[in-house]
Protein backbone atom coordinates (compact mmCIF):
# COMPACT_ATOMS: atom_id res chain seq x y z
CA UNK A 1 0.00 0.00 0.00
CA UNK A 2 1.04 3.61 -0.78
CA UNK A 3 -0.27 6.66 0.93
CA UNK A 4 -1.48 9.69 -0.92
CA UNK A 5 -3.24 12.80 -0.23
CA UNK A 6 -5.61 15.56 -2.29
CA UNK A 7 -6.46 19.11 -1.24
CA UNK A 8 -10.53 19.49 -1.69
CA UNK A 9 -12.34 22.92 -1.21
CA UNK A 10 -14.38 23.34 1.95
CA UNK A 11 -17.47 25.57 1.99
CA UNK A 12 -18.57 27.13 5.13
CA UNK A 13 -18.04 25.66 8.67
CA UNK A 14 -19.72 22.55 7.91
CA UNK A 15 -20.70 19.73 10.64
CA UNK A 16 -20.97 17.02 7.83
CA UNK A 17 -18.69 16.69 4.25
CA UNK A 18 -17.37 14.59 1.73
CA UNK A 19 -13.95 13.22 1.98
CA UNK A 20 -13.84 11.64 -0.87
CA UNK A 21 -15.95 10.42 -3.98
CA UNK A 22 -17.09 7.46 -5.02
CA UNK A 23 -15.38 5.96 -7.84
CA UNK A 24 -12.15 7.30 -9.45
CA UNK A 25 -10.00 10.17 -7.58
CA UNK A 26 -7.91 12.12 -9.33
CA UNK A 27 -4.25 12.14 -7.96
CA UNK A 28 -1.61 15.06 -9.63
CA UNK A 29 1.23 13.20 -10.87
CA UNK A 30 0.35 9.91 -9.64
CA UNK A 31 -2.36 6.96 -11.50
CA UNK A 32 -5.82 7.71 -10.03
CA UNK A 33 -7.32 6.14 -6.95
CA UNK A 34 -10.54 3.94 -6.82
CA UNK A 35 -13.31 4.55 -3.94
CA UNK A 36 -15.84 1.87 -3.82
CA UNK A 37 -18.03 0.23 -1.47
CA UNK A 38 -15.33 -2.19 -0.11
CA UNK A 39 -13.15 0.69 0.23
CA UNK A 40 -15.64 2.62 2.39
CA UNK A 41 -16.71 -0.28 4.48
CA UNK A 42 -13.11 -1.23 5.31
CA UNK A 43 -12.58 2.66 6.15
CA UNK A 44 -15.41 2.48 8.50
CA UNK A 45 -15.11 -0.73 10.24
CA UNK A 46 -11.39 0.16 10.73
CA UNK A 47 -12.42 3.77 12.96
CA UNK A 48 -14.79 1.80 14.45
CA UNK A 49 -12.64 -0.97 15.48
CA UNK A 50 -10.65 1.59 17.06
CA UNK A 51 -12.93 3.37 18.92
CA UNK A 52 -11.62 6.48 19.01
CA UNK A 53 -12.47 10.17 17.35
CA UNK A 54 -9.54 11.10 14.40
CA UNK A 55 -8.10 14.05 14.18
CA UNK A 56 -8.23 17.02 11.85
CA UNK A 57 -5.07 18.39 12.18
CA UNK A 58 -3.15 21.76 10.65
CA UNK A 59 -1.06 21.38 7.77
CA UNK A 60 -0.34 18.04 8.17
CA UNK A 61 1.34 18.41 11.19
CA UNK A 62 0.51 14.91 12.89
CA UNK A 63 2.45 13.32 10.09
CA UNK A 64 5.46 15.54 11.36
CA UNK A 65 8.09 15.52 14.50
CA UNK A 66 6.07 18.81 15.73
CA UNK A 67 3.54 19.68 17.83
CA UNK A 68 0.36 19.18 16.04
CA UNK A 69 -2.84 21.16 17.83
CA UNK A 70 -6.17 19.37 16.88
CA UNK A 71 -8.43 21.41 14.16
CA UNK A 72 -11.04 19.27 14.68
CA UNK A 73 -12.10 15.52 15.44
CA UNK A 74 -14.31 13.20 13.24
CA UNK A 75 -16.74 11.27 15.06
CA UNK A 76 -18.28 9.49 12.35
CA UNK A 77 -18.02 8.28 9.29
CA UNK A 78 -21.48 7.99 6.78
CA UNK A 79 -21.07 5.70 3.42
CA UNK A 80 -23.43 7.80 0.85
CA UNK A 81 -22.95 5.41 -2.01
CA UNK A 82 -22.69 6.94 -5.32
CA UNK A 83 -22.33 10.08 -3.34
CA UNK A 84 -18.78 8.57 -1.34
CA UNK A 85 -17.07 8.90 2.07
CA UNK A 86 -18.51 11.34 4.45
CA UNK A 87 -17.41 12.40 7.83
CA UNK A 88 -19.34 14.18 10.53
CA UNK A 89 -16.81 16.83 12.72
CA UNK A 90 -16.86 18.43 16.16
CA UNK A 91 -14.91 21.37 15.00
CA UNK A 92 -12.28 23.79 17.76
CA UNK A 93 -13.91 27.05 17.89
CA UNK A 94 -10.44 28.25 16.97
CA UNK A 95 -10.47 26.01 13.91
CA UNK A 96 -13.79 27.05 13.03
CA UNK A 97 -12.86 30.73 13.22
CA UNK A 98 -9.75 30.10 10.82
CA UNK A 99 -12.62 28.73 8.25
CA UNK A 100 -15.15 31.15 8.56
CA UNK A 101 -12.57 34.05 7.79
CA UNK A 102 -11.33 31.34 4.79
CA UNK A 103 -7.93 31.66 6.25
CA UNK A 104 -7.70 27.93 5.73
CA UNK A 105 -10.01 26.39 2.56
CA UNK A 106 -8.72 23.17 1.50
CA UNK A 107 -8.89 20.08 3.50
CA UNK A 108 -6.50 16.96 3.00
CA UNK A 109 -7.17 13.74 3.72
CA UNK A 110 -4.39 11.20 3.71
CA UNK A 111 -4.84 7.85 2.52
CA UNK A 112 -3.95 4.22 1.63
CA UNK A 113 -4.38 3.00 -1.45
CA UNK A 114 -3.59 -0.57 -2.35
CA UNK A 115 -0.47 -1.61 -5.25
CA UNK A 116 -2.47 -3.91 -7.30
CA UNK A 117 -5.80 -2.55 -7.88
CA UNK A 118 -5.21 1.34 -6.11
CA UNK A 119 -8.40 0.86 -4.06
CA UNK A 120 -8.67 3.50 -1.27
CA UNK A 121 -9.15 1.22 1.75
CA UNK A 122 -7.32 3.08 4.75
CA UNK A 123 -7.33 6.95 5.83
CA UNK A 124 -4.96 8.39 8.60
CA UNK A 125 -6.54 11.40 8.84
CA UNK A 126 -7.24 14.75 7.49
CA UNK A 127 -5.75 18.27 8.07
CA UNK A 128 -6.56 21.42 6.75
CA UNK A 129 -4.43 23.47 4.34
Known amino acids: MKAFY ?18 QIDIEGEPSAFLDDEGMDSIIAEFERRGNKMVIDYEHQTLKDVQAPAAGWITKFIKKGMDGLWVTVDWTEKAKNYIANKEYIYFSPVFWVTAKDKRVVKIKNIALT
Open 6 to 23: ILKAIDGVPDTFQVLPFG
